[in-house]
């Protein structure tokens, strides 16, 4: 009897290592997404498989990873044990061992790779906001008065563009804002640069120049700081910064990109030899066009003055005055003959006038309008009594062949319920409801019986 109030136990959920390792990789795979760790390789292997097998460690623990031969493919640089390596990848778990790893998707140094993450986010950003837009650039004077130069005043870089600026065009001034351009202090200072030389607008032109280097090297020229300070700045600026192979943030934002800063130069001055090459060819052109004017307009002259000599003022005057003369007698018989033709059809209308007067026929119009008027009061008069007596021939025979006539002396018209007519007493039944339409008035009846009579 005991064993009947034993209570009863729990089924137990009995797991297989299989089951929670592959349980337990989907909750590590469903809780992280995408993660970037930093950290230095070790124990790196490399199978004939083609994938990868290293530890990524820091001073306190240590972490398995794996890239897949389709991944590692893609690396830009060969790692090795002890290298400083920046990672992006997902973590999950290796369930026939029960191991858990990172799995990587793509790697890159440390260093370099830090600041180049940097660079793509905020190129990504200003690009977002617009600081890249073609249609915001400012064009390049062709002949400015002065150009700015915002570079080292010790380096490389503006020698060179000192010396192109010279070769190519050695009047135009040249205004030097000193900075530095590498180190903490250089995109500060660049920034102050900008701003300074937009507010004081004393050059039509700027370029921003350094030397090559890496991209630790070039980091002033990718700080936000330096990228609005170009974005804000009022004059053209030029961005020569480093070789040619070398971008930065601030050659996106700068209103024209040059290769190097000797590039800069040739887009910031224009090439003298050219210029005086243009100059000379548009004063041979102008000489030329002047002389052509020139003898055109004596050639003119030389004809004015012959007409001139042929036909004098003088004696055009005295021909337009005879001539006008001439005209003013034309014009004095022209208008009397006019005169005298208008004058005789005036004549000649008054007496047709006078002859078709309106009165005339007025007065005949107005007796047979008269004679008229009588004959149709006659004529409408004997329609109207020809009229009378067709309608009172007409009512009289309507009145014979009325039904209401019909009905005046004693007879109804019989009809069923449905206000059919009713000719024929078999059509009726015992009981039926009737109605009958007198002169005046209805009655309604109902049959008690139907006799039929015969028609010999």
């Not at 690396?75 to 990848?89: E, I, M, T, W």
């Amino acid at each position: 009897m005991s064993d009947l109030f034993t209570p009863l136990q729990p089924e137990r959920d009995v797991y297989t290592p299989s089951r929670l390792n592959r349980e337990a990789r989907m909750m590590l795979e469903r809780g992280f997404s995408a993660l970037w760790i930093e950290g230095e390789m070790s124990n790196l292997s490399r199978p004939s498989s083609g994938h990868w097998y290293f530890s990524i460690k820091d001073d306190s623990a240590q972490l398995r990873c794996a890239m897949f031969r389709q991944r590692n493919l893609l690396a830009r640089f060969s790692p090795r044990d002890g290298q400083h390596v920046l990672l992006r990848g997902r973590v999950s778990l290796y369930e026939p061992r029960g191991d858990y790893q990172f799995l990587v998707d793509h790697i890159e140094e440390a260093g370099e790779g830090l600041l180049r993450r940097r660079f793509d986010e905020l190129k990504t950003t200003l690009a977002a906001e617009g600081l890249f837009a073609v249609e915001r650039k400012k064009p390049i004077p062709r002949l400015p008065r002065r150009i700015g130069v915002i570079s080292s005043p010790t380096g490389a870089a503006i020698r060179d563009v000192l010396h192109i600026l010279r070769r190519r065009f050695c009047s135009v001034p040249v205004l030097l804002y000193p900075v530095a351009v590498q180190g903490a202090v250089a995109a500060p200072q660049i920034a102050a640069a900008i701003r300074r030389a937009s507010a004081r607008a004393e050059c039509d032109v700027l370029i921003l120049a350094r030397g090559g280097g890496s991209l630790e090297d070039l980091w002033a020229f990718n700080e936000e700081i330096v990228a609005r300070a170009i974005a804000a700045c009022s004059i053209p600026l030029i961005s020569g910064v480093g070789h040619e192979v070398d971008f930065t943030i601030a050659d996106f934002v700068a209103d024209q990109r040059a290769p190097t800063p000797s590039g800069a130069a040739e887009l910031a001055a224009p090439d003298c030899n050219e210029w005086l090459r243009h100059l000379t060819l548009n004063s041979r052109r102008l000489s030329a066009a002047f002389g052509r004017s020139l003898a055109s307009r004596r050639n003119k002259l030389d004809w004015l003055h012959r007409r001139l000599a042929q036909r004098h003022p003088g004696i055009e005057l005295r021909q337009r005055a005879q001539r006008l003369d001439e005209l003013e007698q034309r014009l004095t018989r022209a208008l009397r003959q006019q005169l005298r033709h208008r004058r005789a059809i005036v004549a000649q209308q008054a007496a047709h006038l006078r002859h078709a007067s309106p009165a005339v026929r007025l007065a005949a119009v107005k007796g047979r309008l008269q004679v008229a008027h009588t004959s149709l009061g006659s004529a409408l008069h004997r329609r109207l009594e020809y009229l009378k007596t067709q309608l009172r021939v007409a009512a009289g025979t309507l009145d014979a062949i009325s039904p209401l006539a019909t009905l005046q002396r004693g007879y109804a018209i019989v009809s069923d319920a449905q206000g059919h007519v009713v000719t024929d007493a078999r059509n009726l039944a015992t009981g039926q409801e009737i109605q009958a339409r007198l002169a005046t008035g209805r009655i309604r009846a109902r049959v008690e019986q139907t006799l039929i009579e015969s028609k010999e």
